[in-house]
């Protein structure tokens, strides 16, 4: 189980060896007319050049000990012009109970360091109010989608968009933890990434290390090179580091089964709906994907929300420890194998009671 300990996390940094990773390549469904790569987006003016915001371009900085990091990352067939409501998603994790109790998000900084934000979107109603880019060109679909699921969990946040990938969803340790270093320094107060790969680096460590140090939270997809067996682990990284909180992603199914390509481990912490997750598209309009990339923002808004300044419990959340403590306390509903288990970690993260869910939406383990 991870705790927290930021002092000791930095002084063993020196004992990690430095190696090369083969990146995740994005699983491509053909019922999707757009994907990743093709130019279909990329033509639209609107995706290269998001506004109001002129993004800030930062150099990158590459070194002998750079790995290759991608976005964990699957597309699923569907689209949209519009949304009359919350998500199904959104609205299992609590979204809005937590609006109609004050519990918005305001006052709290949230960084997506992923492959940029299309800022405007309409349904972002100008919340993202920072980009600082170490990457140029047009930007690709994952990053928008994941501050969308953010920002309609916790829509008075402000989200700060650090694009460290490039246009094929690839991006370097050195970039990601210059951007980690960024986010501190701009005062955010959580830190969501979805990304992921087999690197485990000085570079990326030294810098969530510092952010832990410094009470951000770090809130990670798990990965998706899972096997569909509990029983074997599959290690990514960041998700995998010990200052990260690592989320699984599971169906919107009764009993919420985990997805098949969810990565199961030791460091697994919660889980959250990471299947047919709908979020905005940078043209403006909606869409699908599957991953754990999708799962860590419900999971990211949801603190978000909790943290909101001035509420229930902004004073009582103070850094990763304080947050486990009210999630695992308050939270967190067990799934999957009764108790701890690497596929789930503690369980189910949502704002509502069980009674709650399942009066409302569907059927839950029965774990008492």
Not at 62 to 82: C, D, Q, R, Y
Not at 196 to 224: E, F, P, W
């Amino acid at each position: 189980m991870k705790f927290s300990a930021p002092s000791s996390i930095i002084l063993a940094l020196a004992t990690i060896s430095t190696c090369q990773v083969k990146a995740f390549l994005p699983v491509l469904k053909p019922t999707l007319s757009t994907s990743l790569h093709n130019n279909s987006v990329n033509k639209d003016k609107s995706v290269d050049t998001p506004s109001p915001i002129s993004p800030k371009i930062l150099p990158q900085d590459v070194t002998s000990e750079t790995a290759t990091v991608a976005t964990p990352f699957f597309l699923t067939g569907g689209e949209s012009k519009s949304i009359e409501e919350l998500p199904l998603g959104v609205r299992l994790t609590g979204g809005k109970k937590l609006r109609r109790e004050g519990l918005t998000g305001k006052g709290i900084k949230v960084a997506v360091i992923d492959d940029g934000i299309a800022a405007s979107h309409p349904g972002f109603d100008e919340k993202v109010v920072l980009q600082t880019w170490f990457q140029q060109g047009p930007i690709g679909p994952h990053g928008t989608h994941v501050a969308g699921t953010i920002h309609m969990m916790a829509p008075d946040a402000d989200i700060h968009d650090y694009r460290v990938m490039d246009n094929e969803g690839q991006g370097g340790d050195t970039i990601i933890a210059k951007a980690i270093r960024e986010a501190v320094a701009d005062g955010c107060d959580i830190i969501n990434m979805s990304i992921s790969g087999k690197s485990k680096t000085n570079t990326l460590r030294r810098a969530m290390g510092y952010a832990s140090y410094s009470g951000v939270i770090m809130v990670c997809a798990a990965g998706n090179k899972g096997d569909g067996n509990p029983l074997t682990n599959e290690i990514s990284f960041p998700a995998s580091f010990e200052d990260a909180i690592s989320v699984a992603a599971i169906s919107k199914k009764d009993n919420l089964p985990v997805a098949s390509f969810s990565e199961s481990n030791d460091q697994v912490d919660y889980a959250g709906i990471g299947v047919g997750v709908l979020s905005f598209k940078p043209d403006g309009n909606y869409q699908r994907f599957d991953g754990t990339s999708m799962a860590s923002p419900h999971v990211c808004g949801l603190i978000a929300a909790l943290m909101t300044k001035d509420a229930t419990y902004s004073e009582i959340i103070k850094d990763d420890s304080s947050l486990r403590k009210v999630l695992n306390e308050n939270f967190c509903i067990d799934i999957g194998t009764k108790g701890r288990d690497n596929a789930t970690g503690v369980g189910f993260l949502t704002y509502l009671t069980k009674e709650e869910f399942e009066g409302d939406f569907m059927d839950l383990p029965d774990h008492e």
